[in-house]
């Protein structure tokens, strides 16, 4: 634990040494980590302090983490009536910022947050943060914000606290975070944790059945379409992508979460080291990136499409259609035809 550490994690202690109220918010369309790490510290705020806790999520999130305990109590923030969410943002004594670094990221739940006069405190690990809080708990080598937040628990001194509830939300957010502990983010640290949540009473083959074993009849023969219909690989750049149609969305009547882990499909082919998944989204075109090896699709978002994230996992966006927007991603291929055909 560093020395910045300590002294953040001191600050957020003493911020919660009185009974307040707090909002905990995360990024748009949350993941596993953005929700899991929000109810974590949701469970553990709730036993301290006679604290009012609530959380906001800027939308719905998959269906596939409706198990995780106390969803059910999570406000989805509708844009349409902001009004409804307005009193909590406003008599909030503290905002927890979860697993984002952008006030962009949570959209139009931006203008309720940012001039909020409740103290914010961001909890994560991605990188070149906004400052736009008074607290940073961050860390950019974390796994996960779920990690941060375990280590925030025990830095605080409050891991009495820890019970399954709070395990089952921290352990679903490493897990999905890390590819199922494959990434190279899935260090010796990361394993001590889990170890911890496992003998905390937490279920590993369950949460591992509700995230990757609940698909819907739908979800699967969308699966099968874009594997067999959609995936593209450019060979001589040792890149494969997905182009993914609005149409192709509404015949599948996808939902939200459909699409996750698509992108890592086409990663894993044999050869290559860049994948790309290009959806058409009402709003923009929308796009995920991974890669193996020395390839920065963070870097490759940020420079390209209004994009950023993490060194081998990144998304970004596109104002372009979709037809276009596979042009300029073909075009700015080339520019990364050396970096690409090295072996990784």
């Known amino acids: 634990m560093s020395a910045s550490h300590k002294r953040e994690a001191l600050k957020i202690k003493n911020l919660l040494a009185e009974p307040q109220n707090i909002v905990i918010t995360t990024h748009h369309k949350p993941d596993a980590d953005a929700l899991g790490s929000s109810l974590g510290l949701f469970h553990l705020l709730r036993r301290m302090n006679n604290h009012k806790v609530t959380i906001v999520s800027p939308s719905d999130y998959p ?71 008074d607290v940073w708990y961050w860390d950019n ?94 060979k001589e750049y040792n890149t494969a992508y997905f182009l993914i149609t609005a149409n192709d969305l509404d015949r599948f009547d996808s939902q939200t979460g459909d699409t996750e882990g698509l992108v890592n499909y086409a990663l894993s082919l044999e050869n290559i080291n860049f994948a790309a998944l290009i959806v058409e989204r009402p709003e923009m075109v929308k796009m995920s990136f991974r890669s193996k090896g020395t390839f920065s699709v963070r870097d490759f978002a940020s420079n390209h499409f209004e994009g950023g994230g993490h060194k081998n996992a990144s998304g970004g966006k596109s104002n372009l259609s979709l037809l276009d927007t596979e042009k300029k991603f073909l075009t700015v291929l080339e520019n990364y035809k050396s970096v690409l055909n090295q072996k990784q």
């Open 63 to 133: 269906r596939f983490l409706n198990w995780m305990p106390g969803q059910s109590s999570v406000i989805i923030f509708d844009p349409k009536f902001p009004e409804l969410t307005k009193p909590y943002v406003d008599e909030a004594d503290l905002i927890f910022c979860l697993d984002f670094n952008s006030l962009s990221r949570i959209n139009e739940l931006e203008t309720l947050v940012k001039p909020s006069k409740g103290k914010k405190i961001i909890i994560d690990h991605h990188l070149e943060p906004e400052h736009f809080a």
């Open 141 to 234: 080598t974390a796994s996960a914000t779920c990690e941060l937040v375990y280590e925030l628990i025990i830095e605080m001194g409050y891991k009495n606290l820890l019970d399954v509830a709070i395990g089952e939300c921290l352990y679903a957010g490493i897990m999905t975070d890390t590819g199922s502990f494959r990434f190279p983010s899935t260090t010796s640290k990361v394993h001590h944790i889990i170890a911890d949540l496992i003998e905390l009473g937490v279920n590993n083959s369950k949460i591992h059945q509700a995230v990757y074993d609940t698909n819907t009849e739908q979800r699967l023969r969308f699966l099968g379409f874009a594997l067999s219909q959609r995936l593209k690989i450019v």
